[in-house]
């Protein structure tokens, strides 16, 4: 019982003070519903993974595929450009399917649609204007591996690399003003608040997409939530859905972040918003930013229980392990589960987080194999023979 503390590991001395937060809706999953290529992702249990973390059960939100893209950021981006381009044209209009908001965004054409990414966010924005006849402008960081920005270009958006960290490329593409150009980003700043709300309300529908998912298995409930943070989104949409006013069940929630850019953690630390230099060199690309968004702020800093901040060797040992049970993530995808790795061989941690042989652990698969030659070099597989892997029952 003496284990000492990691130094990568923080907990937070402010969490659960969230009485009063509005319950979350599923508007956001009504909405993705009438999408094209809409399908609920996968809730798949890891039984391997379960035994080699000791404990009772393990869940695993697969977001490898949405909408056809490898990465849940469609959520976002889809219902932040739905809601802001309503609020841009002042209407109200019903609508049925893609074809009639088309028509309905007519007017504001010949539109761009502006992000910054570290690859999936601005891929995600651009099939989004492709759906409305829109062009795209990405802003990414210079260390993008060559298959991320291809990746992009290939949805037809015209991709400009910045010079400096994913950070730099948010400063730039918020300097894209004007009457054609309409600013889509998952990170807030001051005066920009609104548009990345939406996107933490768009990532709702992974979490009440769970929510018929348990109820059908009859699974047991979660009892710990591990979730990958960068700006601290998507770690806010797991607190506003678990932490909302009147909810029965609260797991546990642990954030993740890398070791070479853990803002959240040296926020939490200092007691208010702070910056990490960079350049942020994480194999996490995702999760390489060095500023937690002002918009997640609020919800992380008083939500989220623990803070583990993993190297890359983690991550790419939660890669492996998640392969060898036929689930293809990719670094950023796999570091939740190695923000439990970092834990489990601690006792005072698993203690302080509850994490026991009857637990029950929730991770999100938030990407599939993004670079796929580094894919490959790690796990020893391509994504297809993992897959295939699974399939043939030589998990």
């Known amino acids: 019982m003496n284990d000492p503390i990691p130094p990568s590991i923080v907990q937070n001395p402010n969490a659960r003070l969230t009485a009063g937060l509005e319950p979350a809706t599923r508007e956001p999953l009504d909405f993705h519903r009438r999408l094209p290529g809409y399908a609920a992702t996968p809730l798949l249990e890891a039984p391997a993974i379960a035994e080699a973390l000791g404990v009772a059960t393990v869940l695993i939100k697969d977001e490898a595929s949405r909408f056809g893209l490898p990465a849940y950021k469609m959520l976002g981006a889809s219902w932040a ?5 309503r609020q841009r044209l002042g209407t109200t209009a019903n609508w049925h399917a893609i074809d009639d908001l088309k028509r309905q965004f007519a007017p504001l054409k010949p ?3 502006v ?10 924005v651009a099939r989004v204007a492709s759906w409305f006849d829109f062009s795209a402008h990405i802003y990414v960081p210079n260390d993008m591996v060559p298959a991320r920005i291809e990746a992009i270009r290939s949805e037809g958006a015209e991709v400009t690399v910045v010079p ?5 490329a948010v400063e730039v593409a918020a300097t894209q003003v004007g009457n054609h150009l309409h600013v889509i980003s998952d990170t807030a700043w001051e005066g920009y608040e609104q548009i990345p ?3 933490v309300e768009g990532y709702g529908t992974i979490f009440w997409e769970l929510e018929d998912q348990l109820a059908a298995k009859a699974t047991r409930y979660p009892d710990l939530v591990a979730v990958q943070i960068g700006v601290g989104s998507l770690a806010a ?13 609260c797991p546990t929630i642990l954030g993740v972040e890398p070791l070479a850019a853990a803002c959240l953690q040296a926020s939490i630390r200092a007691g208010e918003i ?3 230099p960079g350049p942020h060199r994480s194999i996490m690309s995702g999760l390489n930013a060095g500023r937690p968004s002002l918009t997640a702020w609020p919800l992380v800093s008083k939500g989220v229980d623990a803070f583990s901040a993993i190297s890359d060797e983690t991550a790419r040992e939660a890669m492996r392990l998640l392969a060898h049970s036929g689930i293809v993530a990719g670094e950023s995808g796999a570091a939740g589960l190695g923000g439990v790795l970092e834990i489990v061989e601690n006792t005072r941690w698993r203690k302080a987080l509850g994490i026991g042989r009857d637990s029950c652990l929730l991770f999100l698969n938030t990407e599939a194999d993004t670079d796929p030659t580094g894919y490959r070099v ?3 597989a391509s994504s297809a023979e993992v897959r295939r892997r699974i399939r043939r029952g030589q998990s």
């Open 378 to 380: 790690i796990t020893g």
């Open 81 to 85: 450009t739905y809601r802001s381009l």
């Open 237 to 249: 949409s797991v607190v506003r859905h678990f932490r909302c006013e009147g909810r029965s069940k």
């Open 115 to 124: 992000a910054a990414t570290d690859g999936n966010h601005g891929r995600a």
């Open 164 to 168: 400096g960290s994913y950070d730099d």
């Open 197 to 199: 709300h939406w996107v």
């Open 274 to 276: 702070q910056s990490i």
């Open 111 to 113: 539109l761009t649609l």
